[in-house]
C-alpha cells in the first residue's frame, strides 16, 4: 500500500527554519514525481514545490528560501525551508503522482499525507 507521512513541521519564529520531511512507503520516491503544497487557514491549497527526476520546481512565493531534496537510500523527500515568513504559516502537505513530471495542480496528484503545521510567529 502506497503510503506518505510529513514531520518536522512546528512553531518557529520569522527568519527561521524548519526542514520537513515525507517518508514514503509502498513505492519509490526516485520513480515518483513528489511535491509539496501548503494549505492557509480559509485558503485554497497551493503548490510549493516538485521534485521529479532531477527536475526541481518552486512556486515564485518560496523561490530562494525553500529547497526540495531527496534521498533515494531512505526513500525520503525534504523540504527545507529558510527565511521563514508569517505567511508562510499553513499546513504542509506532501503528494506523489506516477506521471514523471511536475504539477503545481493538486488534482494532478493521487497520493497524499496527513499534512504537518508550520507555524511561522514571533
Known amino acids: 500500500q502506497l503510503q506518505l507521512v510529513e514531520s518536522g513541521g512546528g512553531l518557529v519564529q520569522p527568519g527561521g527554519s524548519l526542514r520537513l520531511s515525507c517518508a514514503a512507503s509502498?513505492?519509490?520516491?526516485?520513480?515518483?514525481?513528489i511535491a509539496w503544497f501548503r494549505q492557509a487557514a480559509g485558503k485554497e491549497r497551493e503548490g510549493v514545490s516538485c521534485?521529479?527526476?532531477?527536475?526541481?520546481n518552486f512556486a515564485d512565493s518560496v523561490k530562494g528560501r525553500f529547497s526540495i531534496s531527496r534521498d533515494n537510500a531512505k526513500n525520503t523527500v525534504y523540504l527545507q525551508l529558510n527565511s521563514l515568513k508569517p505567511e508562510d504559516t499553513a499546513v504542509y502537505y506532501c503528494?506523489?503522482?506516477?506521471?514523471?513530471?511536475?504539477?503545481?495542480?493538486?488534482?494532478?496528484?493521487?497520493?497524499w499525507g496527513q499534512g504537518t503545521q508550520v507555524t511561522v510567529s514571533s
Open positions: 503528494a506523489a503522482r506516477r506521471t514523471y513530471s511536475c504539477s503545481s495542480q493538486k488534482n494532478d496528484y493521487s497520493y
Open positions: 509502498g513505492f519509490l520516491v526516485n520513480a515518483y514525481t
Open positions: 521534485i521529479s527526476g532531477f527536475s526541481r
